[in-house]
């Protein structure tokens, strides 16, 4: 069976479905490219043959229950093997098989082609959001952190659901319209996976490996999807949003992304004071530490040790900035090293080791955080 008519059954089977996708929202999401169409339409032409399939058995065995039944005098029989019937249900799975072994390998074999794209961009995973690096096409050098931005109000209950609810983030990742971009995936601490349906992509981020996968976007818009590997504690809150625009949207963005990367950068030879170091620290904890550590730096008991009184926060510096650099092996406690910059590290150790109960006076320097890393 060839692409085009598994397209055709599947553009078919896709209008009787319409009705029923528009009011209970049970079918794939609508496909925006070439890819995730195909796959979409193997997914109907599949469920038809298993429509048929199911139709034919059970119409067949409720026919035998009413036909043969013992109130119109039918008499049990010994039955035995029929050789045609046999040789009928091994071909017609064979067929169906081959039908569409074809269209299937050609669109897997597609997915793998990550070669001659217009950008790359590296995503890795961490417990628990992304880091989007752009490595080659217009917006090379851009590189981000995207975060879940629900409000904590609608996930305590508080607040009412939003419309997207679990799948929002502060920085999705922005690709302009009809561009062939290759993603590369890593990850920083365990196994997580890039899932945006619409674009028919699924490839796990393993640490200490990357993988690639591709997409072209043929539709301008934004598409949602999230971590498909259970990773931990807050693996639910790991969205994935990419923002698809025109190019020339797109290239206003990168100029923006490059001013504003510009700006944030921070000048390495300032010495920070103790009061800019724990405002600016207490905004990373925020983002970084406070599904674990809590808020009040009690931790959960158990599970994710306090800060608040530890002797961590209130030891020698040095192994509070080792354990913050380089995570903990064995433990939940991921390295923050390749996530956050000199001054953010320096920062929050700071607020940590002055926050709470905690008040060692120190200030951690930049520097000190550089120095540390070699």
């Known amino acids: 069976m060839t692409n085009r008519r598994v397209n055709a059954i599947g553009a078919a089977l896709l209008a ?34 298993i429509l048929v399939i199911f139709v034919g058995v059970f119409g067949v065995m409720f026919y035998s229950i009413y036909a043969h039944r013992k109130s119109v005098g039918h008499k049990a029989e010994n039955f035995h093997e029929n050789i045609t019937v046999e040789i009928i249900w091994a071909i017609i799975p064979f067929l169906i ?39 080659r096409g217009e917006g090379e050098g851009i590189s981000f952190l995207s975060n879940l ?8 209950g508080k607040a009412p659901k939003g419309e997207h609810y679990l799948l929002e983030v502060d920085n999705p990742m922005v690709v302009p319209v009809g561009k062939k971009v290759r993603v590369l995936l890593t990850s920083n601490d365990v196994i997580h996976a890039w899932m945006v349906p619409a674009f028919g992509v699924k490839q796990d981020a393993i640490p200490g490996f990357v993988r690639d996968t591709w997409f072209r976007a043929e539709k301008e818009g934004v598409y949602r999807g999230q971590c498909a590997e259970l990773c931990g504690k807050d693996h639910g809150f790991m969205p994935i949003v990419v923002e698809v625009l025109s190019t020339e ?50 931790g959960v008991k158990g599970t994710f040790p306090a800060l608040d009184g530890s002797l961590l926060a209130n030891g020698p510096r040095g192994r509070h900035i080792e354990i913050v650099l380089n995570g903990k092996r064995g433990t939940a406690m991921a390295p923050f090293g390749k996530q956050l910059s000199d001054t953010d590290v320096a920062a929050v150790i700071t607020y940590e080791r002055n926050a709470w109960s905690n008040k ?6 930049p520097s000190e955080i550089g120095s540390a890393r070699k």
């Open 16 to 49: 009787l479905s319409g009705a029923a996708e528009a009011a209970y929202h049970w079918n794939l999401p609508t496909p925006v490219t070439r890819v995730a169409g195909e796959i979409y339409n193997l997914h109907l032409v599949m469920m038809g043959i």
């Open 97 to 135: 098989l081959i039908a569409v072994a074809w269209p299937a390998t050609k669109s897997i074999l597609n997915l793998k082609d990550t070669a001659s794209s217009d950008i790359t961009i590296k995503a890795t995973g961490y417990q628990w959001k992304w880091g989007y690096d752009y490595l």
């Open 149 to 156: 931005s629900t409000p904590q109000d609608q996930i305590t």
């Open 249 to 298: 949207k797109y290239m206003a963005w990168v100029g923006e992304q490059k001013k504003r990367m510009a700006a944030a950068a921070d000048d390495p030879n300032k010495k920070w004071n103790l009061s800019e170091l724990k405002a600016r620290g207490e905004k990373v904890y925020a983002a970084n530490c406070v599904a674990c550590h809590q808020a009040n730096g009690q």
């Open 360 to 365: 060692t006076g120190e200030v951690i320097q």
